[in-house]
């Protein structure tokens, strides 16, 4: 006798069948690659110095770095650290699965929303995680113990809430805005921008706003403002707990200094860019679907469906003379009045989004239009820039592409199936970084090739370039599954790269041994001290300190660092060098360089590779010696080199 399963048990099952494969296979790679080496500075160590401090010093309302309150960021995902390091222990374990698990829940998020959109084509539900896992910047920044992939949950699930079932048009005021409050407490009022495009321009999209304007701008003015209350009951006490210089940073500057420019907006480390900047790293952010000659046709003809309408002529005129502009300025590096590039900006992007919106679209390309154009458009108008800023958009991009995929299948069978518009050029790509590959070894070896990358990558490049010629041949496989082999190639790919990375380039980065050697100083009662670079808590939670270090100043008056990235200038003793020595002779002083010495090697306490240049660890008194002149005494122990027997310490003058 067959047995039938209760429909809500086959609708569980029906669930967990549309997982598969995607979500095993993104989570096994993600893992793979996130434990493949420690946390990344300065992002990821970063965060950890900070969840690390609020845990060790009991500050659960206020983050802290260094020692002093951090305003640049709002507490949530140390409270989710804290929580597993409750749990667990203090690992640096807990904090990468949690970033794992973020980025699992914003593809099943992503193909939910794509299956909200589209009903009538679940082809799209089933590309758009595909799609998302395979892209390269996010799946590699992903891997980062950051903000930005969990801010893309709060905003996925918040548009969830706007978009209409088919039991319930009316959306979920309530859970919209506890998921706007969230996204408040990962990443501050950026949130906002995130979401409140698909809200304000609702009944452009949405059938029950159009009905019901009163209702949706009210009830959606009420779910924002939930969320502002739950940032509030954070933000007002930590602002009495932190003090005035905390409160006025926390309410007032470090936002605005991300979004005006001029000097004071630069003193806080606003990553000021050009106002085109996000128009010439969308193919970077998109890649490699960027190089997937299918998509790139399927797009405009989805979005501009003949017959066109009569306002589309004169859009794609203006925009594209606006484009034209913003290339001969940005390629020829012209001075051009203030304002200039943002206005082109906008002629760019506004006239695009009023003519597609007058297109006869369905709701879910339009809601796509409305959420992605104006978002695009702002972010690009901020003065700070980012690439990660726009992380949580990625996933609304991929949806795009994936429904112009389904109407391309539709509209135009001849294109949708030409192999000239496959992934052939991908498939090039990838023979011509095998080809590279393989003959790095040789163009090593006959001095043709120095750069200490790829040196040092050198002796492992040959087994990756197999791995590139697979996935070349991959992609050149004519016929059905054309989208799954770029996904798949596109996340396999971007794994062997990193691995390639990790073998011959993590001990770069790797500052476990100088953590681990300032942790020993700190626990002798040695006074820890910077100079030279700005300090990004690289060391605190590696070491596992509990005290700040001291920065210095390379002189009296001296200019700032160019690779200084510290987000809280205000963390700074003053002292120079020869002061902190004077005090502290027996302190220890963390020094750069971009080349070493005789003398580095001989009187160092330690030295490491430093991204492109070296870390060195010294007792403050010799170090201050060797740069007046004088001659320190001889060290009592030998300097202590990482990555032992490195090749580079052998060629030192």
Not at 277 to 293: A, E, K, R
Not at 579 to 607: C, M, W
Request: glycine share 8%; hydrophobic share 50%; aromatic share 12%.
């Amino acid at each position: 006798m067959k047995t039938t399963l209760p429909s809500s048990a086959y609708t569980r099952s029906e669930h967990l069948r549309a997982l598969w494969p995607w979500l095993p296979l993104w989570g096994a790679m993600a893992l793979l690659a996130i434990f493949s080496h420690g946390p990344m500075p300065m992002f990821s160590t970063r965060t950890l110095a900070v969840a690390w401090e609020m845990w060790a010093h009991g500050h659960w309302l206020v983050p802290y770095i260094n020692g002093q309150p951090y305003s640049e960021k709002v507490p949530l995902l140390f409270w989710m650290i804290h929580a597993g390091w409750f749990v667990f222990g203090v690992t640096d374990v807990w904090p990468r699965f949690l970033e794992v698990l973020f980025g699992g829940i914003q593809l099943v998020l992503a193909s939910v929303l794509a299956s909200r959109l589209f009903p009538s084509r679940p082809w799209v539900a089933k590309a758009t995680p595909w799609l998302l896992m395979g892209l390269t910047y996010a799946f590699l920044f992903g891997q980062q113990i950051m903000y930005e992939v969990l801010l893309a949950v709060w905003v996925l699930g918040a548009i969830l809430c706007l978009t209409p079932t088919s039991r319930r048009a009316e959306p979920r005021w309530w859970l919209f805005g506890l998921l706007v409050g969230a996204g408040l407490l990962t990443k501050g009022p950026v949130m906002l921008l995130h979401v409140v495009f698909p809200l304000l321009l609702g009944p452009l999209w949405n059938d029950w706003a159009r009905r019901n304007r009163a209702r949706w701008y009210g009830f959606g003015l009420l779910g924002l403002l939930l969320g502002f209350a739950i940032l509030l009951a954070w933000a007002i006490p930590a602002g009495f707990a932190g003090g005035d210089e905390y409160r006025q940073r926390l309410f007032f500057t470090q936002t605005a200094g991300r979004v005006v420019d001029g000097d004071h907006a630069r003193s806080l480390q606003n990553h000021a860019r050009s106002a085109w900047t996000y128009l010439v790293w969308l193919p970077l952010l998109l890649f490699p679907i960027t190089g997937w000659l299918r998509a790139l046709v399927a797009v405009p003809l989805t979005l501009f469906r003949r017959p066109w309408d009569r306002s589309v002529v004169p859009a794609l005129v203006i925009a594209a003379v606006a484009a034209l502009a913003l290339l001969v300025i940005g390629n020829l590096d012209l001075n051009v009045p203030a304002g200039i590039p943002q206005l082109l900006v906008c002629l760019l992007i506004v006239p695009l989004l009023v003519a597609i919106l007058r297109q006869p679209l369905e709701p879910g390309l339009r809601l796509l239009v409305c959420w992605l154009l104006p978002t695009l458009l702002v972010f690009s108008l901020i003065t700070g820039k980012q690439g990660y800023y726009v992380l949580p958009e990625l996933g609304g991009a991929v949806m795009l592409i994936a429904a112009a995929i389904a109407h391309l299948r539709e509209r135009h069978l001849k294109l949708a199936a030409h192999y000239a518009l496959g992934t052939w050029p991908l498939a090039l790509g990838g023979f011509c970084l095998a080809a590279f590959l393989f003959a790095m070894p040789a163009l090593v070896a006959s001095g043709r090739l120095t750069n200490v990358w790829m040196v040092d990558m050198a002796p492992y490049a040959r087994f990756f370039a197999v791995v590139f010629i697979v996935l070349g041949v991959l992609l050149l496989l004519p016929g059905r599954g054309e989208m799954r082999r770029l996904a798949f190639a596109g996340l396999i790919g971007t794994l062997a790269v990193n691995s390639l990375w990790t073998l011959g380039a993590w001990h770069n980065y790797d500052f476990q041994p100088t953590a681990q050697y300032l942790g020993q100083a700190e626990a002798s009662g040695l006074p820890i001290a910077n100079l030279g670079r700005g300090y990004n808590g690289q060391y605190h939670f590696a070491g596992r300190l509990m005290n700040p270090i001291v920065r210095l100043n390379e002189g009296a008056g001296a200019p700032p660092d160019d690779e200084d990235d510290d987000d809280n200038p205000a963390i700074h003793d003053g002292d120079t060098l020869d002061e902190f020595a004077r005090k502290h002779p027996d302190g220890v002083v963390i020094s750069y360089t971009s080349s070493l010495t005789q003398n580095d090697l001989r009187y160092a306490h330690l030295i490491q590779p430093s991204f492109s240049s070296w870390l060195l660890i010294w007792d403050a008194r010799t170090i201050s010696a060797l740069r007046a002149g004088r001659i320190p005494p001889e060290p009592k122990l030998p300097t202590l080199m990482y990555p032992r027997d490195y090749w580079r310490y052998k060629v030192v003058r």
